[in-house]
């Protein structure tokens, strides 16, 4: 058994929030609170940036009921940023920060390039002697982290998405003569797991159900095959809808579309409008209507239309991160085990930090169909149990009633830092 480690725990969150992000926080926090070696909780305001600064708040103030109300409330209760950590004293202020509060235990929620910035962080510590224990916590609506079978956040955005689909689809079951394409362009850098999720929405009987052609990241995308899509569509149905992936590439593995020419933080090129590409390839080579739809961060953000299997499984990642640490695991990040049998059930397990830091993981070649625009049976087993379940929002006069955290502030015992 690991020696006990006394001292206080940090949970903080980073990137794009999830429907469910909340949900691994109260896990954390609810998961802490039994293990008499985490003296205090606290919180990182807008995740190593707060850090940075000195800006915690203490978690253990909060009422239950706003703990609880994390499991419902979309977006970063702790606020989230996209900064990374370049210089060799932003690690030192971060440990400095650490030492002086005493904390022993960080859990870090996150993707990619969260994971790696955690893994940095424990390896700084190590090399100064501080005892601290790291678990990064899985969070991305993308889907693509390695080693886990699924991420927190997919579910839910899935689960979004069909549910517009479906909507979007009898509006224009109910409008088209065979005239009438809709683009509906969804998130997804790197691999295409958000825009394949929307073949959920297809029904069982009916294999002509939107949507009619999902383009993946993971296929190069071909203009001439894109056109003779839609028209083999548009002469089977009244409509043609479309979900695509804003990562597309053409055969040169270049962006089909960008919104801008910046990139993030982390050196990611800024994407979007590769529905608005393919609605004017439309316009222009068909003589029909051509519409595109943006869902933007309405879909990462939509607690109201959220998996509760994905809201349970993300509070499972934040208590199993607490466990671990306390047991004396460290460098590691929660993962999400599948187990075999008909029946679908979820375990965590752990992974090493540096497997997952900077990773992708793409869609497999078999889970999608010949055709190209299309998912297989394989997919649909995989995704399908994502979905399941309806986390119960709370309303009141009528809209969605979410919680907001008190955030009493940590006192700072440090000098003032230049990001002040």
Known sequence: MAEELIGNCLVAQSGGPTAVINASVAGVVSEALNHPCIEEIYGGMNGVLGILKEELIDLAEESQQNIRGLRHTPASALGTCRFKLKRDQDYERILEVFEAHNIRYFFYAGGNDSQDTADKISKLAQKKDYALRVIGVPKTIDNDLVTTD???????????????VKETALDHEAMGQHDLVSIIEVMGRNAGWIAAGATLAKGRENPHDAPHLIYLPELSFSKEKFVEDVQGVL???????VVVGEGL????????????????????????????????LVEENLAVKARSSKLG????AAAHCSSQTDN?????????????????????????????????????????????ANGVKEIPPEWISED????????????????????????????PSFVRLSRKRIRKVLDPHEFE
């Open 312 to 356: 349970d499984e993300a509070f499972m990642a934040g208590q199993a991160a607490v466990k671990a640490a306390v047991d004396g695991e460290t460098d590691k990040m929660v993962i999400l085990v599948r187990s075999e049998g008909e029946n679908y059930q979820c375990e965590t397990g752990l992974a090493d930090l540096s497997e997952i």
């Open 150 to 164: 699924h991420c927190p956040g997919y579910g839910s955005v899935v689960k979004y998405i069909c549910s517009v």
């Open 297 to 300: 961060t309405g879909q990462r």
């Open 235 to 241: 002469k089977k149905n009244k409509y043609c809808l």
């Open 249 to 280: 590439l053409d055969k040169d593995g270049n962006y089909v579309a960008n919104s801008a020419s910046s990139q993030d933080a982390f050196g990611h090129q800024q994407l979007g409008g590769v529905g608005d590409y393919l609605a004017s």
């Open 372 to 399: 190209g625009v299309s998912m297989s049976a394989k997919f649909i087993k995989y995704c399908q149990p994502l979905i399941q379940g309806e986390v119960e929002v709370p309303y009141e006069n009528g809209v």
